[in-house]
């Protein structure tokens, strides 16, 4: 399978918050990255690539990851340049890039804490330090600039500290058997090697894969090493970084939620690359794991804010949650690794529900503030609640933990990367994105432009432009959500169930240019609920209509949400909304609340909670928060 | 108002308790505070008196506040000989009183953590180290020794340790001007001013009170002094010792909810003892903060494990709560005091739901092991999480910080003193205990006789036999649970309605020896609503019959509880259940549960939930987990 990169993205949905990164979050970060921001602690994530380089003084400053954020924000730029070109914006990119060139040691080692702040440590702190996860991010923005301008030197300077690194790591007796705290460099070791063809550089992050909780832990090795004696913080668990089993063993998600799912993105790759079925079927186990046992609705992961963690299966409190969107964004990038497996709807309805939903729900409609962690239930007050004090209950405008923001900016940015993939005679169609692109199917160049109003219209259209008219598939995800979907090509109806395939429905036929098919996905307002091991959500009841969930905010529906409930005969309405919230539709309808005035001072009372009828409102769940702050909530009771 | 304490108990659910506590708690107490018990960590409380004594060298070991562990053990004792004299446990109290009497220091200092490892450093940290805490506790062991058993030597200690306390502190200028970190010394301060009749213990007690909040804070100068920086760990704030704001100021119940609610038991002690009206109203606007916002159905109190607090009105989660049981046991002391300045049902009906659920909650019916978290939702596998580690799906046998189990032995041993309390020409019936007690009234000596099988059965009477024909009012609370209770004097029936006055029926008639008194309060099965504004219990529905609330557990209705709906016509029958837990009454009826088996492995779905009907069986909460342990449901979904 191959993915479709050059895609020109034209949808009115993620073009708007692809401008919102070009126009706000890069120059943003730029700024934070340059400690340019007032009332903001300082960055100094450039000063000390500086420092490293010999052409600044002073001391290091920051997080032991610190450069990571110079990664992320140059992985954004080159994936924004993809879809619009900006020569000032490429200079400054190129100018990083010189210095990260000069502060890089003539061993190929590039990493400005060790170099600056503790030269003699290098990699004696594997578990806790985040090199390699630093090393990962810079090659995984090497690849994408080398992508998309075609300059190779960002490129040569991180092949060059990956060849370092492997001559450092191996299961040869004379190198270390180590493996990262944090993964992150054994999906970006795959990228460096689809580029340039390195063998080696799939080797060692196959190697960083399978030694991976094999015994004698390294992880304890290397802290008896260094004479640390107290127990690993993670209640003593090795669980926190994966680290607890070899991975072939590992059959539920476990510890620290981003580490985790970058972890099975590269063992996706790895099985994918090396042909590996008994390894993919270790990815699928954690997949369902993830996807059937421990996701929120909103495709938030991590439910514990203890160690940024997968709890355990049905553990789903609303108002608890941690789901960090870093972790939905890496759910999303782990379904594209598994459609690379396997071609099969699953994956890409879990794609499109984190991409709809509790990735974006982390950014404000502006780009100028976000969340760290998404819950599906919001008490303003209760967040004052130790156990709750990770939950916010507005976006924040920017963290000293700067991850999900620049994160959130390459998803965006690289929205294109994940609409087609191809086979050897098939066109894959995973997300309904208006797009044009371009691509060379059985040495037949073809024209894809995709149209649609998605996700809020349930029509989308594809023309479909071979050169020459040319024989092969195109197959079309079957979301999840939709029960009747329906397919024309050229106005001829097909009948959807008689070529459906895991999810797909497949049109195999000549193409001919200006082709059309026309796939209509009605979207109904559904009332879902959650399996009912999810103690949680005992009697509630979500609304999703298309890929969107729904959510209650009290500036439409006043305080006291859970005091609504919604009959199961409740008529709802769509609306569309141009003017709200950058054009949404929301959801209305007739529910019932309680009466607050009924009921007396009394705490406890067998008096019945009298109920009065209203008209709610529901708006998008990534939407929330971008009007007046307040209540928020997902999961409503049914009555 | 007085009070009534010597009371002899016959009632069966209570001697029970009382028998428990006698042959299983105060001896298991006794050898834990002598390092006798296996596998436990050694308490040291009694060799710490001993080396403070000079008898024994080695180190001080335990909490700065192991001697309270002492004190509560001779509490416990003390009311124990109240209703089953015991020469020999007598004979150890006394020596443990000795001993007490030989570490006491020369200027009356009793403290054996100061006395033995920081000789210089008396009163240096009142925030923190409990001097006054253990001294407090102490007080009411020495008053309580001495009124069961008439000897002088501990109250004579303590008034020794009282009067040196008076001269350290007070508002003269070269007293210091501090009080407590924990309260308790302000109330036993009363106490013992109320054995001796020496004013000063009161007017340190008010000192104490109203010196709490006022500027300059104490607990800064005081910390400034010792040289520490640090901001105090419960986010900077001074609402952990309720020091914030000077007590009359007070409107919110807010930090420790022990120390809170001690405090409060003081303040309504002084509103009493110096006619203080102001502070009355204080005390009456924190009681309705306390019990109609902040409380739970069981009458725990304190929902924020961090800081062991209350935490803010309507925050009531079921599985998060703290709960602890020695703030329940306070209510219980606080809800007497104000019933001593007020006689109004709303303080005994409040006193008895703390004395039948979130009390007696903390101990196994053998009273071998103890909850000091009384949560009213557990799911025994979700005590992993980590905002959840300070609820136990099952009870401890003992804790390094030891002070729910000698609290309860202490205020199960004296239950017969919040039984009764006489006015001027006024007997009070506030709880209903088979119980005699003879009484002075108006001079003339009655003898009260209490014949009832409370709490599950409606028949409660009383047998009112003064020496001679006398007139006086026999008032009978007439509990908040009960609507339709029938009343008759000598067989004739009154009309409860024409006599009820703030919660009691007030019988006032010319008594002769022998009158009978039959009061009939029918125990129908309700089904309780909170308050809507309790989030956490939307749409749920908790039982009670009589004073007892019920809680699901798994041994009776299978896993998943929050499965289980309780439809709001459903039949509800109460069972007598005589070998069951001790002998209880049980509730059944029709109930309806999620049928896990017509749903599939999905996370989420479209399909409703469907349901079958089930018979489900309730127990009363304080008897959860004294069987297979499981998962516990005190709210349950109404359909």
Redesign the interface.
């Known amino acids: 399978m191959r993915s479709i990169e050059k895609v020109k993205v034209t949808d009115e949905f993620w073009r708007t918050y692809m401008k919102v990164v070009r126009d706000e979050v890069i120059p943003y970060q730029w700024d934070a990255l340059n400690d340019k921001l007032p009332d903001t602690e300082p960055s100094h994530a450039i000063e000390n690539f500086k420092i490293a380089a010999g052409e600044s003084g002073g001391e290091y400053f920051g997080m032991v990851f610190q450069d990571s954020d110079v990664a992320k924000w140059l992985e954004a730029v080159a994936f924004s340049l993809e879809n619009d070109p900006n020569p000032s914006l490429e200079k400054i990119a190129d100018e990083v890039i010189d210095l990260l060139g000069r502060a890089q040691q003539p061993d190929g080692y590039l990493n400005t804490y060790y170099i600056v702040k503790e030269p003699g440590l290098r990699w004696t702190n594997l578990r806790d330090n985040h090199e390699m996860y630093c090393a990962g991010h810079l090659m995984e923005a090497a690849v994408a600039y080398y992508n998309v301008t075609g300059k190779r030197k960002f490129l040569d300077i991180m092949c060059k500290f990956a060849d370092h690194i492997v001559e450092m790591f191996g299961s040869e007796n004379e190198k270390q058997q180590g493996y990262p705290g944090h993964p992150e460099i054994e999906l970006a070791l795959v990228k460096l090697y689809s580029v340039t063809g390195e063998n080696r550089y799939l080797q060692l992050s196959k190697f960083f894969i399978d030694q991976r909780g094999q015994k004698p832990n390294y992880f304890d090795l290397e802290k008896e090493e260094r004479g640390d004696t107290k127990p690993f913080w993670f209640n003593g668990s090795q669980t926190y970084h994966q680290g607890h089993l070899p991975v072939r063993e590992q059959d539920k998600a476990v510890g620290h939620s981003v580490r985790a799912i970058y972890l099975y993105i590269a063992m996706a790759d790895i099985a994918e690359k090396t042909n590996d079925a008994s390894l993919k079927e270790v990815c699928d186990t954690l997949w369902d794991n993830v ?3 421990q ?1 929120y ?1 909103t495709a938030g992961v991590g439910s ?4 940024e963690s997968f ?2 299966d049905y ?1 789903l409190p609303n108002d ?1 949650s941690y789901t960090e969107t870093c972790a939905s964004i890496a759910l999303v990038f782990w379904a594209k690794r598994m459609l690379n497996l396997e071609v099969n709807s699953k994956y890409a309805d879990i794609m499109e529900r984190a991409l709809y939903n509790g990735t974006i729900s982390g950014m404000d409609l502006d780009g100028k503030k976000f969340f760290y962690v998404n819950p599906l239930e919001v ?1 303003p ?2 967040t ?4 709750k004090r990770h939950v916010k209950p507005v976006r924040q405008k920017w963290f000293t933990c700067a991850c999900c923001p620049p994160n959130l900016a390459r998803m965006i940015s690289s929205i294109g990367h994940y609409i087609y993939s191809q086979g050897e005679s098939e066109l894959f169609v995973h997300l309904y994105v208006g797009s044009q692109t371009n691509v060379d199917i059985k040495g037949e160049s073809v024209t894809i432009v995709q149209e649609t109003d998605y996700p809020w219209d349930e029509k989308v259209s594809l023309t479909i432009s071979p050169e020459n008219e040319s024989k092969f598939s195109v197959a079309l995800r079957i979301p999840n959500w939709c029960k009747a979907p329906e397919l024309k090509v050229n106005g001829e109806v097909i009948d959807v169930e008689t070529v459906v395939n895991n999810g797909y429905a497949y049109l195999n036929r000549s193409w001919k240019k200006g082709d059309k098919i026309e796939l209509l996905l009605p979207m109904a307002i ?11 959500n ?2 509630k009841v ?1 609304l999703q209509r298309g890929p969107i969930v729904y959510c209650l905010e009290e500036v439409d529906n006043g305080k ?4 609504i ?1 919604l009959p ?1 005969d409740s008529k709802l309405q769509a609306h569309k909304e141009p003017s709200t919230l950058g054009g949404i539709v929301t959801i209305s309808g007739s529910a019932l609340r ?1 009466d ?1 005035s009924s ?1 007396t ?9 009298e109920k009065s009828p209203i008209q709610f409102k529901a708006i998008p769940y990534y939407a929330w928060c971008n009007r007046t702050p307040g209540e928020m909530l997902v999961w409503i ?1 049914e ?1």
């Open positions: 996807t059937k046992q996701m609705i514990s804010e203890f160690g709890s355990f553990d608890l008490w007050v209760a004052t609640r130790h156990e559904e009332q879902v609920r959650a399996n009912p091991k999810v103690r949680e005992a009697g979500a006291n949400l859970p005091s409930s199961r309680v607050q009921w001072d009394e705490l406890y009372s067998t008096r019945e909670h009771t009555d």
